[in-house]
C-alpha cells in the first residue's frame, strides 16, 4: 500500500506540470505566468508593495491595484503589500493630487490618458513611479507595467513614457440581439441579451480587463445592421448594466442606431431628418439614454447602404441625417460616428462611389459628426489601397474603421495575422501632406475628434476569438489605435512574450511566422490587386467566375474583368477614372501601370496576359507565381510551427497545428480554383513546370457551403 501510495505520489509530480501547462487561450494576454530567473529576482525586488493615495476608493484605482495584485502575485509567486508610505522595491501609483513629495515630472506632457513608468528613488529607497493625470491612466500605467514584466523589461531601469495619439478607440460588434454575430467565427455573442440585466457574466469583467489592457476605451454593442429594439427601455436597461461593468476600466458604451426608428419604436409616419418630430423624437431618445447611462458614447450609424434605411429616402443626405442626431447628442456629450460605407447599384465604379457621395459634404457635418471610414475603398479585402477619403475632407473628423474579425481572409480558421494590413494603411502617404495615421489622428488637419474602429472578432468559443492567433489581432488593433505608428512587427512580438513564451528565440520565431502570413493570404487569394473573388454570401472561399448576382458589383467578375484580352479593373484614366480621387502625386503614381506597385497592379489596371512584369514574368505568369507563392508560404509556416512544439504547450501547439493543416488546403483549394479559372478565360497553357489544378474547373464551381458560419445579420 505504501509503495502504491508513493508510486501515485510519483505519478502525480510528473503529471501536474504537464496539467498545470495546459492551456486553452481563455486567459488571452493576460496569463501572468511566473517568470524565471534573473527576470523573476528583478521582478520580485521591484513590486514588493504598491502604494496607493490614502482612499484608493475609486473603482477606476480599485481595478489598477487588483490588476497589480493579481499579475504581481501570479508572476513574482507572492502577493505585493498594499500601502500609503513608500519603502523600497515599491511600485507608486501617483496622480497630480496624490503624488507624494518627491515626484518631479512634466505632467503636462502625459495629457489625459496617457502614463509614466520610472524607476528612480523616492525618499531615498529605489521605486518604480507609475504616473498619470486620470486614473484611467493609472489603469492603462498599470497594465503597460504588466505587460513590460511579462515581455521580459528589465524593470529596475523603467523609463518609459506613451500618450494615446487617438481620443476614442473603439470595438464595433456586430452582434444581433438574438447573440448570433453578422461575420463572427467565434461562436454566439457574448452579450447574454435575454438574461441581462439581471445576470452579470463574469466575462464581461474579462472583456473590460483585455480591452483596458491595450486602451480600448469604448464598444459599440450592437451590429449596424440596427434593430429598433436595441433602443427600447428594456434594451437600454441591458446595455446600461454593461456600461456599469466596464465604467471602471474606461470603458464607454455605444449603439448603432436605426435611422428608421422613429417610425418603428415611435409610430411616426417618417424618419425624415428635417421633420420637426423626428428630431424631436430622438432628443427625446437621447435623453432616455443618458438618463440610464450618464456617460453613453454615442451613435454609430449605418444609413443608405445595403439596404439600411437613412436620409436619402427622404430626398436628404448624409449630412442632415449625420446633423440630426449629432444635435440630439450634443446637450449630453455624445457623437454620432456616421458611416461612409456606401455603394449605390447603378454606380460605374463601386470604388468610387463613398467618395462621390461624402467628399462634396465636406464642411456640412456638425462638430460632434465623424464620418467613419473603412480602410480600403471596397470592403476589407486582403489587399486594398488606402481609401482615398483620406486626407480628401480637411474640414471632417475621419474615423478609420478596420476589421479584426477576418471575414474575407480565412475566418478563424486560417492564421493571418492582420498588424501588418493595419500598418500598411495607417502609413499609406496620402498625398495631402500626411499619411493616414495623421489624418485619423487629426494632426494633419486639427480635429480634436478622432477616433478608431475595430470590427470584432469576440464571441463566446472559450479562446475568445476563433482561434489561439485570432487574439493576436484584437491585441494589434487595440494597440495601433493607442498608437498608430507602433511598428507591428514590434506589437506582435509583445503579444507573444504575452501570450506564448517571452524567451526571445521562439519569440522572435513565432513572430515572424505572424508577420509573414498576412502577404500569404494576399498571394494565394488576390494577388497583384485581385480583389472579392470569394464566394456568394458567405464570403469564404474561391468564386471568381460569379457572375449572376442581381447587383453587378457583387459579382466578382465585375471586379477582375478577366478574359481573353487579360485581366483587372481599369480605374485609371482611361477606365473608370477612380484614381483621380487621390491627391495628385498618388494619382499619377496608380494612374500608370509603370509605377503602380505590382502588389495594386490590378486593382487599377486592366494589362494583358503577356504584360511584363518587374520580375521578367510575364503578367499571366506572375499570377500563376504568386498563388504558388502563397501556398508555400502556407506550408512553410507549417513547418516553422511544427519546429516550436518544444517551446508551446501542447494544447495549444496541437490546436494551432491542425488549423494550419485545414489552411494549408485552403490555400491549395483558392490558387487551383482561381488557376483553373482564370486559365479557362485566358485560353493560356500554365507556364512550365507549374503543378496543374487538383480538379477540373466544373468541380470547384459545383462546391456548396450553405452552413458557413457568421451570416446572421
Ligand atoms: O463587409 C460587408 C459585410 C456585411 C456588413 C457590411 C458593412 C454589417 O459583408 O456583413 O454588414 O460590409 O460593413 O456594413
Not at 400 to 421: A, D, M, N, R
Not at 466 to 484: E, H, I, K, T, V
Request: aromatic share 10%.
Amino acid at each position: 500500500m505504501r509503495t502504491m501510495g508513493k508510486w501515485l505520489w510519483a505519478l502525480w509530480l510528473v503529471l501536474l506540470p504537464a496539467w498545470a501547462a495546459a492551456e486553452d487561450g481563455h486567459e488571452l494576454w493576460l496569463r501572468y505566468r511566473p517568470l524565471q530567473g534573473q527576470a523573476m529576482v528583478q521582478l520580485q525586488a521591484g513590486a514588493r508593495s504598491i502604494v496607493v493615495p490614502a482612499q484608493p476608493g475609486s473603482p477606476t484605482l480599485r481595478a489598477a491595484v487588483a490588476e497589480l495584485q493579481r499579475g504581481i502575485t501570479a508572476m513574482a509567486g507572492r502577493e505585493p503589500v498594499l500601502a500609503t508610505r513608500i519603502a523600497q522595491g515599491a511600485l507608486v501609483l501617483a496622480t497630480p493630487g496624490s503624488a507624494p513629495p518627491g515626484v518631479e515630472l512634466r505632467w503636462d506632457e502625459l495629457g489625459r490618458e496617457g502614463w509614466l513608468l520610472r524607476s528612480t528613488r523616492l525618499q531615498g529607497r529605489p521605486v518604480t513611479l507609475i504616473a498619470a493625470n486620470s486614473e484611467a491612466g493609472l489603469l492603462y500605467g498599470s497594465f503597460a507595467w504588466l505587460r513590460a514584466a511579462q515581455t521580459g523589461a528589465d524593470l529596475s531601469r523603467l523609463e518609459q513614457r506613451s500618450v494615446p495619439k487617438v481620443g476614442l478607440r473603439l470595438l464595433n460588434h456586430w452582434d444581433n440581439l438574438d447573440r448570433s454575430v453578422e461575420r463572427g467565427y467565434a461562436g454566439a455573442s457574448i452579450w447574454d441579451w435575454w438574461k441581462l440585466p439581471d445576470l452579470l457574466d463574469p466575462r464581461y469583467v474579462d472583456y473590460a480587463r483585455a480591452n483596458a489592457s491595450l486602451g480600448i476605451n469604448g464598444t459599440v454593442l450592437n451590429n449596424v445592421n440596427a434593430k429598433a429594439e436595441s433602443l427600447t427601455a428594456p434594451f437600454l436597461a441591458k446595455a446600461a448594466a454593461l456600461a456599469d461593468v466596464f465604467r471602471p476600466y474606461g470603458i464607454r458604451v455605444y449603439l448603432s442606431a436605426r435611422f428608421s426608428a422613429p417610425v418603428e419604436l415611435g409610430g411616426l409616419k417618417t424618419a425624415d431628418p428635417l421633420d420637426p418630430a423626428v428630431r424631436a423624437w430622438w432628443r427625446a431618445k437621447a435623453a432616455e439614454i443618458y438618463e440610464r447611462i450618464p456617460d453613453f458614447g454615442g451613435f454609430l450609424v449605418k444609413a443608405n447602404s445595403e439596404g439600411q434605411p437613412g436620409p436619402q429616402d427622404y430626398g436628404r443626405h448624409h449630412a442632415d441625417g449625420a446633423n440630426m442626431l449629432a444635435e440630439a447628442l450634443a446637450p449630453h456629450g455624445g457623437v454620432v460616428m456616421w458611416r461612409a460605407f456606401v455603394y449605390a447599384p447603378d454606380a460605374k465604379d463601386r470604388a468610387a462611389q463613398a467618395f462621390a457621395e461624402f467628399q462634396p459634404l465636406d464642411g456640412k457635418f456638425a462638430p460632434n459628426v465623424i464620418v467613419q471610414v473603412k480602410n480600403g475603398p471596397i470592403d476589407f479585402q486582403p489587399r486594398e489601397p488606402f481609401h482615398p477619403l483620406f486626407g480628401a475632407m480637411p474640414k471632417t473628423p475621419l474615423a478609420l474603421e478596420l476589421q479584426i474579425t477576418k471575414e474575407y481572409l480565412g475566418f478563424s480558421t486560417h492564421l493571418v495575422h492582420l498588424g501588418p494590413l493595419f500598418e500598411e494603411v495607417l502609413q499609406a502617404d496620402t498625398g495631402h501632406g500626411g499619411t493616414v495615421a495623421r489624418v485619423v489622428d487629426g494632426r494633419l488637419h486639427g480635429h480634436r475628434l478622432t477616433a478608431i474602429a475595430g470590427v470584432a472578432n469576440i464571441g463566446t468559443d472559450r479562446n475568445w476569438s476563433g482561434s489561439q492567433f485570432d487574439q493576436a489581432n484584437w491585441y494589434a488593433f487595440g494597440r495601433l489605435a493607442w498608437d498608430p505608428d507602433l511598428p507591428a512587427a514590434a506589437v506582435a512580438r509583445d503579444w507573444v512574450a504575452q501570450t506564448f513564451t517571452a524567451r526571445p528565440a521562439a519569440r522572435d520565431a513565432i513572430a515572424r511566422l505572424m508577420l509573414a502570413s498576412r502577404e500569404a493570404v494576399v498571394d494565394y487569394m488576390t494577388p497583384l490587386g485581385l480583389h472579392h473573388l470569394m464566394g456568394t454570401g458567405h464570403h469564404h472561399g474561391p468564386a471568381p467566375w460569379v457572375d449572376n448576382l442581381e447587383r453587378a458589383d457583387w459579382n466578382p467578375v465585375y471586379f477582375h474583368r478577366a478574359g481573353r484580352d487579360g485581366i483587372g479593373f481599369d480605374r485609371s484614366a482611361t477606365g473608370s477614372n477612380a484614381v483621380a480621387q487621390y491627391a495628385p502625386s498618388v494619382a499619377r503614381r496608380f494612374g500608370d501601370p509603370r509605377t503602380t506597385p505590382p502588389e495594386l497592379l490590378l486593382w487599377f489596371h486592366h494589362l494583358p496576359w503577356d504584360h511584363a512584369m518587374p520580375s521578367g514574368r510575364t503578367l499571366w505568369a506572375e499570377l500563376v507565381a504568386r498563388y504558388d507563392r502563397g501556398v508555400a508560404t502556407v506550408a512553410d509556416m507549417r513547418r516553422r510551427w511544427a519546429a516550436l512544439e518544444p517551446d508551446i504547450d501542447a494544447a495549444r501547439h496541437a490546436e494551432v497545428a491542425a488549423y494550419l493543416a485545414v489552411q494549408e488546403g485552403e490555400a491549395r483549394w483558392w490558387r487551383d480554383a482561381c488557376i483553373a479559372y482564370f486559365q479557362a478565360v485566358s485560353g493560356l497553357p500554365l507556364p512550365p513546370g507549374v503543378r496543374p489544378p487538383a480538379q477540373p474547373l466544373e468541380a470547384y464551381k459545383a462546391m456548396r457551403f450553405p452552413f458557413a458560419p457568421g451570416r446572421g445579420g
